[in-house]
């Protein structure tokens, strides 16, 4: 009978699947997404641990104090969390505008040619080391500043708080420059990447009811790849909160809250990079590790903002 | 491809001295200061020339690594540009059961530096004023406090740019440690510290941010060890001491420092020597100590660092001058040549 030359599938043995590869392929997968998890409990593990004489010490009021003593062994992480936000916010300002603009021309205007070519500088940008940023920033972003575009703000826009003030160079503005330059390379390669996801047909849609090469691209090229774009933000947002090195090099390091963007500040990666191999008593240390610890639940704040942001958006359901 | 080659090559190659060379040699490791790096790397090799089977590895992870490192048991001894305080030696001899010996190495001292525009000639600056222009009373360069010290220089009606370092440093704990013997103010509202709450400035990373920043900024000022001054060829001013004359920092002026302070100096060698007595003393000066176990209980380790501090005290003394270190004074080392024999 016909029946008969069905073979019946028995269940492969354990062995035989082994073999078959499945089983050392699902662990050896297993082990390393388990190994992110791990190294993350870990880290947390450790900065809660090594931070707990700060923790006993100060409590929520390390959070909204502003003195960073170590004379005193008083320390407070607030002007420290203001410079970090600040900066990043000032250096987004900046880059998002930019890139997602370069990332619109590179995808849908500029010649294939080109956008490619421009692509691999933005690449090479993102691989340049944030030390050789530094050094750009203090050899000639800091002194434009300071004898040009600081006084023409001041000029300008002195009325407002944010550009009063003695005029160093060194400060907020010049870190969110330099931290603009930073996050600009990743938001526009990942953004142009998702733009040139966009399936054609989009683009011929919109085109075919009339609608301009514009009109096409900000209305049903953009919106589409939204979450890319999103994406990209908020990885350029990651960069500009944990950057150290650059931003060291041109804040300024000074613990205090000033609404000027003209003034010297701090940030949280700064202050650990700057004090953490010197750093004298228990309490201090446990403080800079409390600081990276701060830094750490930021970082899950945002990023879980940026999750709530992106699930709002996609029920809306103009993309994936 | 080359390359990479080339580079492999040369990794399995020193991988191999590095090993061979540890298998031949006693390997004692130490950590600490930054500061005296460059003539504690001299010290150690020529040590190492001269008796092969010791090898002396320093690491320069700072002061505080240093103590931290010791008090920790990962290196055989420490080094640090401030005396260790009478808790941290007590959390020593409860840790390790040992209690560590300060041994002065050699000399530094701390030079303020400035960019003043019109301003060419050498300045002079009292105590108050240094610690007026950093507590930020003082923010003219035309003030009285510094114009009175300098007859004859124009300075201009211009607000004083301060610049300070960001990172904790020995360099900073010797300046606030000096301005606090000289300065009540500074005394009661900063203190002596490796991080002091700066009450004005900018702050920059390490020697090379403080000089950097002072060279761009007009009408700034900031302070820099002694020997980053000289070797990167820059001008500085000097510094009234406690006999009230204005002295210049130099290697000679320096030691001198050292030799003020030798009469009243304790049996342990913790000391400040800044503000020291003398006419030619330099007053931002220090020492550098190594921190050296009193039980060391491996005799072969014990040997080679006792041979190493008796030679260090002697011909090693010879490599500080040419590395811009000022060498420690006779009377003080006498006293560390009989201190030797309390390592046990």
Redesign the interface.
Known sequence: MATAAIPIAKPRSFLGRLIGGDEIAFAITWTASASILLVTVMLVWQLWSRSSLARAKFGLDFLVSR??????VQFGALPFIYGTLLTAVLALLISVPLGVGAAIFLSEMAPRRLSDIASFLVELLAAVPSVIYGLLA?FTL??LL?TYGEPFLHNTLGFLPFFQG?M???GYLAAGLILAIMTFPFIISISREALMDVPNDQREAALALGATKWEATWQAVVPFARLGILGSVFLGLARALGETMAV??VI???PTISASLFS?G?TIA?SI???F????GDVYLASLILLGLVLFLLTIVINGLARLLILATTKKGTSV | MSRLGLRLCVGVASLTALTFGALAAQTITAAGATFPAIIYGKWFEQFRQKDPSVQINYQAIGSGGGIKQLTAGTVDFGASDKPMSDEEIAEVVKQRKFKPLHFPTVLGAVVPIYNIEGVTKELKFTGDALAGIFLGTVTKWNDKAIASANPGVKLPDQAITVVVRSDSSGTSFVFTDFLTKVNDAWKNKVGANAAPNWPVGLRAKGSEGVSGQVKQLPNSIGYVELTYAIQNNMGYGSVQNSATKFIKAELASVTAAAAGAAASMPEDFRVSITNAPGAAAYPISTFTWLLIPDKISDPTKKKAITEFLSWMLTTGQQSAAPLHYAPLPKQVIAKEQKAISLIK
């Open positions: 003195t960073w003593d170590p004379v005193a203090i800091i002194p300071r003695p160093y160079g060194v060291t090099m300024g390091n000074t010297p701090s700064a990079a700057n004090e191999a010197e750093a004298s």
